[in-house]
């Protein structure tokens, strides 16, 4: 049974950075492709970011687009996702989600995915 579990979220000012990390375990890390999504209060989960299996093939939302970056470590089992000049708009509940790489509905659904963790909390200030 794969579990995902997300570190790295806190309090942040505004202009800042934060590097979230998603440690996988239960499966072949190599055969998954992991996503990132956000759920502010009062807002439905929104995609951020996704990274395939083999890391060739990468998305982002648009908001987050141009200062943020996904990158896996499959050594590490870990993905991650740094978001630079960070806004009090990114203040969310940060998820990650893994699916198998042979799921063909589109990276940026959260339908796709079938695995979730818990949750990490990044609160920007302004």
């Known amino acids: 049974q794969v579990q995902l579990v997300e570190l790295g979220g806190g309090l942040v000012p505004a202009g800042g950075s934060l590097r979230l990390s998603c440690e996988v375990s239960?499966?072949?890390?190599?055969?998954?492709?992991i996503g990132w999504f956000r759920q502010a209060p009062g807002k439905e989960r929104a995609f951020v970011s996704a990274i395939s299996w083999s890391g060739g093939s990468i998305y982002y939302a648009d908001v987050v687009r141009g200062r943020s970056t996904i990158s896996r470590d499959n050594a590490k089992n870990t993905v991650f996702l740094q978001i630079d000049n960070l806004k009090p708009g990114d203040t969310a509940v940060y998820y990650c989600?893994?699916?198998?790489?042979?799921?063909?509905?589109?990276?940026?659904?959260?339908?796709?995915?079938?695995?979730w963790g818990h949750g990490t909390q990044v609160t920007v200030s302004s």
């Open positions: 239960g499966r072949t890390f190599s055969e998954l492709d």
């Open positions: 989600a893994a699916v198998d790489k042979e799921n063909n509905l589109p990276a940026i659904s959260p339908f796709r995915y079938d695995t």
